[in-house]
T-cell receptor
């Protein structure tokens, strides 16, 4: 079965600093990969998804970007963080629209 | 806007009672999925029901789907304290490679 690794689990960053969150997947090949953000007590907002290496679809205009340098690696980045970037970031993997497997998330606080 | 909307937003019941959560969506779908999220963790897939199915069971879970009303329900029977979590429905629009999640129902089981 698939295992999704996300790190770090928590992160506190100052406004204007850069960001790099990494997600790696084990147990599958050529997965679809997803980055979500979740505000406290709310649902998931899809930020980016990727159906293959170098293929990134952005769902919402924002201060963030994503890259997929390897088949099972998905990176979420920002050059300059905003206060509004705070949240719980989740990476997920799936084969097509089959059930998604989620990592345990990164809680990002911007000060 | 979010495809799936759960109802109620929060539900508190006594251990042993049944819990019912509802989900409505707006467009044609291939399938509808239910996920569970414990506080501060990633989502865990519970059950998937295809658009040509009307009811599905998995252990203490029963899911129904009414495509004419664009709605689904999740029933958890004989609830346990460990069922305390947030529950989300997610739909995949036909032809899409992504899921759209609702805002979730926060379920609390009181011992």
């Amino acid at each position: 079965s698939q295992t999704i690794h996300q790190w770090p689990a928590t992160l506190v960053q100052p406004v204007g600093s850069p960001l790099s969150l990494e997600c790696t997947v084990e147990g599958t090949s050529n997965p679809n990969l997803y980055w979500y953000r979740q505000a406290a007590g709310r649902g998931l907002q899809l930020l980016f998804y990727s159906v293959g290496i170098g293929q990134i679809s952005s769902e919402v205009p924002q201060n963030l970007s994503a890259s997929r340098p390897q088949d099972r690696q998905f990176i979420l980045s920002s050059k300059k963080l905003l206060l509004s970037d705070s949240g719980f970031y989740l990476c997920a993997s799936s084969a097509g629209t089959r059930p998604q497997h989620f990592g345990d998330g990164t809680r990002l606080s911007i000060l | 806007s979010q495809q799936g909307e759960e109802d109620p937003q929060a539900l508190s019941i006594q251990e042993g009672e049944n819990a019912t959560m509802n989900c409505s969506y707006k467009t044609s779908i291939n399938n509808l999925q239910w996920y569970r999220q414990n506080s501060g963790r990633g989502l865990v897939h519970l059950i998937l029901i295809r658009s040509n199915e009307r009811e599905k069971h998995s252990g203490r879970l029963r899911v129904t789907l009414d495509t004419s009303k664009k709605s689904s329900s999740l029933l958890i029977t004989a609830s346990r304290a460990a069922d305390t979590a947030s529950y989300f429905c997610a739909t995949d629009a036909q032809g899409a490679q992504k899921l759209v999640f609702g805002q979730g129902t926060r379920l609390t089981i009181n011992p």
